[in-house]
């Protein structure tokens, strides 16, 4: 009977891992693609097999008929620090950044919070999976990409290494008079050899770092490792991209020669001003993480809907554009809002197939993942969500989840409340 008993559960594990399910649909939005309307999806062992209005049904597979329900892929969220933080007027619930100027070795994924209020929060409005990043100093550590599903943070991350994160130096002058500014202003010449001094220093850094790998090469008994300088070695062999954090003009001007110069490849991330290089980028063929849909414009003679159009020009000029949330414990208490980004760019200029792309497929492309998530096609990964309306649509709601096949609970901390509320003894 010991050896029957294990038997039986293998079988019985192995059973539930290769189950097959055709959903129907009113719906699926491919997003790689055209939609397919009514649309039908096979899916096997967590895996889609096919899509079409007539998909055969293997014999013995379960059928789930969504009804008038639309099927997109489940979002992704890049970047955030959504699972490092929680409540941010609590600094003991923030653990997003580091002190130090440089922390290469940091790895974000390993400080994820599996059991964070803010993830269930994010999954109930389409949130599948989110590019957790560390913030504080110059160079702040590497990112990692997390499925908002799991047991354990070690069972949730996909991706421990997707970038190193450089937050280029501001390059903003104070030109206000002292009696207004203070004392302690610098002058502007001041100002601009601090300027100078950051960026060589960021250069210093990497000459430091490659002498380190050239060192190492060298197989001397004396050589001792150092866990900081053995983070850039991806970063030096072409391995690991670098996601420059950068707003201003002169700010991404600057990053992009910087990484022509020394052969690196890199994505921008913020990119306030990024509209006004656009034809740069997509020279360079750099992607832009945009995190500014709804702030508000930086210069007072900027038109109030500058924001909301940015997107639109980026991609019009060929710029692969991400839509996201800027980083921060603010951000990812309100990580639910991805898709609502992404709705008001596609209102002022980006089309509706790029808006969809900005939030699944263009994230899983910038981070080597285009194989396995971002639009539903054969081969990859069964991560969609079931939608009633438009996913742009801030009325519509996300009614159901599954991640790799696994339906997923959209009960979230949100609902809860919402339903201890809704049933409050009411006054006599």
Avoid: C
Avoid at 193 to 198: A, C, I, N, V
Avoid at 225 to 238: G, T
Wanted: no cysteine.
């Amino acid at each position: 009977m010991k050896l029957v008993l294990p038997a039986l559960l293998v079988v019985f594990a192995t059973s539930l891992s290769a189950e097959t399910v055709l959903y129907k649909a009113a719906e699926i939005q491919v997003v790689s693609g055209p939609a397919v309307s009514p649309g039908q999806m096979l899916v096997k062992d967590g895996r889609i097999v096919s899509v079409g209005k007539n998909v055969k049904v293997p014999k013995g597979a379960k059928v789930t008929d969504l009804g008038n329900l639309t099927l997109y892929p489940g979002l992704i969220a890049a970047p955030t620090s959504l699972g490092l933080t929680e409540i941010n007027a609590v600094r003991a619930t923030r653990d997003d950044r580091e002190v130090g100027d440089y922390t290469t070795d940091v790895e974000a994924w390993v400080a994820v919070n599996p059991d964070s209020e803010l993830i269930p929060v994010a999954r109930a409005n389409g949130v599948a999976h989110a590019l957790v990043i560390p913030m504080g100093g110059r160079i702040s550590g590497v990112s990692g990409l997390v499925r908002l599903h799991g047991w354990g943070v070690e069972n949730m991350t996909v991706d421990k290494a997707s970038f190193l994160h450089l937050w280029w130096p501001g390059t903003s002058l104070d030109v206000r008079p002292k009696e207004h500014a203070g004392s302690k202003r610098k002058s502007l010449e001041e100002q601009d050899k601090d300027r100078r001094r950051q960026v060589t220093f960021i250069d210093e850094f990497f000459d430091d770092a490659e002498a380190y790998a050239k060192a190492k090469a060298s197989g001397k008994p004396e050589f001792v490792e150092v866990p900081a300088w053995e983070a850039i070695l991806p970063v030096l062999e072409k391995r690991l991209p670098i996601m420059v954090h950068a707003d201003d003009a002169r700010q991404i001007k600057t990053a992009v020669e910087w990484s022509r110069k020394r052969g690196f490849k890199i994505a921008l991330a913020g990119g306030r001003d990024a509209w006004r290089v656009a034809d740069l980028l997509a020279k360079e063929k750099i992607p832009v993480l945009y995190h500014h849909v709804f702030s508000l414009p930086p210069r007072d003679h900027d038109p109030h809907d500058l924001q909301f159009r940015a997107p639109g020009m980026l991609s019009k000029a060929g710029v692969k554009t991400i839509i996201g949330l800027r980083p921060g414990a603010w951000s990812a208490a309100n990580l639910r809002n991805l898709p609502y980004h992404a709705a008001q760019a596609a209102a002022f200029g980006l089309t509706q197939r790029e808006a969809l792309a900005s939030i699944t497929l263009h994230p899983a492309e910038i981070l080597g993942m285009a194989d396995q998530l971002g639009s539903l096609e054969p081969k990859k990964e069964a991560t969609f969500i079931a939608v009633e309306g438009d996913l742009l649509d801030a009325r519509s709601q996300v009614k159901r989840m599954w991640i790799a096949g696994k339906e997923i609970s959209l009960d979230s901390r949100h609902l809860r409340l919402y339903e201890k509320y809704r049933n409050r003894p009411k006054p006599n």
